[in-house]
């Protein structure tokens, strides 16, 4: 009798939605840097726009940073990680629990 393992996980909607946030971010950060370049990194500057917003290079490092943290969880939760929490103790109510 064999048995066929079958190693695929499957993604719930939390890492999809990760996922396209994350290449949404990615994507963002790296077309404000066409726009901006990385001169004036922290100046308000109205003439330098993207899709409507002003940006600059601070703006772009951010969204870079939350694309990468998007693309990273899509990687690492997987379904069901706060029935797993809770069952450690660890979650309660939606919080954390510390004793």
Do not use: K
Not at 68 to 78: A, C, E, K, P
Not at 82 to 93: K, N, S, T
């Amino acid at each position: 009798m064999t048995q066929s393992m079958s190693s695929t996980r499957t993604r719930g909607v939390s890492q999809w939605l990760a996922l396209t946030i994350g290449v949404v971010y990615l994507l963002v950060g790296a077309a404000g840097f066409l726009v901006t370049g990385f001169s004036g990194f922290a100046e308000h500057d109205h003439e330098q726009t993207l899709l409507g917003f002003a940006v600059n290079p601070l703006h772009n490092v951010v969204h870079l940073l939350i694309g990468v943290l998007g693309i990273s969880l899509w990687s690492t939760i997987g379904p069901g990680a706060d029935v797993r929490l809770a069952a450690r103790g660890r979650v309660r109510g939606g919080r954390s629990c510390t004793a």
